[in-house]
């Protein structure tokens, strides 16, 4: 059974850090793309973060760039998003989704929710102002 599981969320203050971490069980993703988005109440779910296979490419969302990084360790499992300079709208369930297809070129890394196969049940972000 394929399962990922976010973890890393809670309550910060607006300029603070928080790391997100995303295991993944049951089946490898080594040789795939994986993704971070996130969903705010009364919101559509939005993409933030993906990482290439390989962890050569990674792409961001306009409002996280700079500010926040994804990176993979394949040995591991496990897919990070690390987030600096946090901000009030930063607030929502943040999502760790992984592609099902192995070897997808870098320059596909897909950045859309409909791209991506498996899903965690999410971490809760909260940034106070």
């Known amino acids: 059974q394929v399962q990922l599981v976010e973890s890393g969320g809670g309550l910060v203050q607006a300029g603070g850090s928080l790391r997100l971490s995303c295991a993944t069980s049951?089946?490898?993703?080594?040789?795939?793309?994986m993704g971070w988005f996130r969903q705010a109440p009364g919101k559509e779910r939005e993409f933030v973060a993906a990482?290439?296979?390989?962890?050569?490419?990674?792409y961001y969302a306009d409002s996280v760039k700079g500010r926040f990084t994804i990176s993979r360790d394949n040995a591991k499992n496990t897919v990070y998003l690390q987030m600096n300079s946090l901000k009030p709208e930063d607030t929502a369930v943040y999502y760790c989704?992984?592609?099902?297809?192995?070897?997808?070129?870098?320059?596909?890394?897909?950045?859309?929710?409909?791209?991506?196969?498996?899903w965690g049940q999410g971490t809760q972000v909260t940034v106070s102002s």
């Open positions: 989704a992984a592609d099902s297809l192995p070897l997808r070129p870098p320059d596909s890394t897909p950045q859309r929710v409909s791209e991506y196969d498996y």
């Open positions: 049951g089946r490898t993703f080594s040789r795939h793309a």
């Open positions: 990482i290439s296979w390989s962890g050569g490419r990674t």
